[in-house]
């Protein structure tokens, strides 16, 4: 439990945060980026995203030192470019991490049974068939029922440990797998690679009798470049709109830190993925169409200017500028459905 103190003077108490000194303010401008913005850092994409698998697309300029942030654990086994690497802890957390050569290559974290559960399943098949072979050797005719209800529990004990070890293979398998689409917005400070977008919705408009409404969830990935202040993210649900008409004001917002508010600002190293995850609330009224979600960052202590882009997907001129002046870029599109009324 530990006492966090704000710029205001307030302290608030959090469980399980990891304490770290408020940044200093950036010193640069939040609408400019670096003087290095030009430099390529690494870029770390997630292809495929499971409990027990992960697949990213790796390219860096340089050697990396990669840390996914997820705890550290035998069973986790990687690979870069099809060959076994060596997995390591790094940082007071713990993280998983591998070094990786300069290049592009794919980067998978996949979690298999370590050698210590292999022996624990050698000895529960070898007194699994111990207990089955006294069962069958002090089998009497006059207890064979008795004798028969033993064998039954015997076999299902049997498929109670086979389904035990069966369903992390089930779990791995690509149909349980989250497949982000690939992003390419670059903020300098930080890399927007992908993103995980529900391709439908339904809308919140219900009998009075529902108030409440499950929100939509967008998740941003993204790669720190470099470690600035702590950047905020936004997504807007807007209506569609054709670039040059520009889109209008947002029908659903939601804003988070980078990383999370538990992640302190010094362990956003170069190289390091961060999800935001941004549940978006449907007004009552939106009609069933196709809507636009738009993202964007700031820093936390400049909500009003956005970062620009350095690397907009729809410039125009030398400069990198886009079509008017909305700092908010697209990153993909959602269908509301009409809610079905439950009788």
């Known amino acids: ?20 000194p408020l940044p200093a303010p950036p010193s640069t401008s939040p609408s400019t980026t670096p003087a ?3 430099a390529q850092g690494p870029i770390v994409r997630p292809i495929h995203l499971g409990h027990q698998l992960r697949v990213y697309v790796v390219d860096t300029s340089a050697p990396l030192a990669l840390s996914v942030p ?30 990786l ?17 292999w022996w624990g399943r050698l000895a529960t098949g070898a007194g699994w068939l111990l207990v089955g072979f006294l069962l069958w050797r002090n ?22 440990a086979v389904c035990a070890m069966t369903t992390p293979l089930l779990a791995s398998h690509s149909a349980t797998l989250r497949t982000p689409a690939p992003l390419d917005l670059d903020y300098a400070h930080v890399h927007l690679s992908a993103a995980e977008i529900p391709a439908t919705a339904q809308s919140t408009s219900q009998p009075a009798t529902q108030t409440t409404a499950e929100p939509v969830e967008i998740v941003l990935h993204w790669t720190v470049r470099h470690t600035p202040a702590p950047l905020q993210a ?11 008409t520009g889109f209008g004001a947002p029908l659903a917002q939601y804003d988070t830190r980078i990383g999370g508010d538990y992640l302190p600002i010094s362990r956003h190293q170069p190289g390091l993925p961060l999800t935001s995850r941004h549940p978006l609330i449907l007004p ?8 636009a979600i738009l993202a964007g960052v700031y820093f936390a202590d400049a909500p009003h200017a956005p970062l620009p882009v350095i690397n907009p997907p729809h410039a125009t001129d030398e400069t ?24």
């Open 234 to 244: 936004f997504v807007h649900l807007v209506n569609t709109a054709p670039p040059a």
């Open 101 to 117: 050569p300069a290049g592009a290559q794919v980067f998978t974290l996949q979690w298999q049974a370590t050698r210590a559960v």
């Open 284 to 291: 009552p009224d939106l009609p069933p169409g196709t809507y």
């Open 70 to 99: 997820h705890f550290y654990f035998p069973a986790w086994r990687a690979t870069a470019a099809g060959v076994p690497t060596p997995l390591y802890p790094a940082t007071e957390l713990a993280w998983l991490t591998v070094d």
């Open 36 to 38: 290095d913005a030009t």
């Open 1 to 20: 439990l530990d006492m966090h103190s704000g710029g205001s003077g307030d302290a608030r108490w959090t469980l399980g945060r990891d304490p770290d």
């Open 139 to 160: 089998r009497r005719p006059a207890r064979r029922t008795a004798w028969r209800v033993q064998m039954g529990l015997w076999l299902g004990a049997a498929l109670l």
């Open 320 to 343: 990198g500028e886009t079509d008017g002046t909305d700092p908010r870029h697209e990153i993909g599109r959602i269908t509301i459905m009409a809610r079905e009324d439950t009788p």
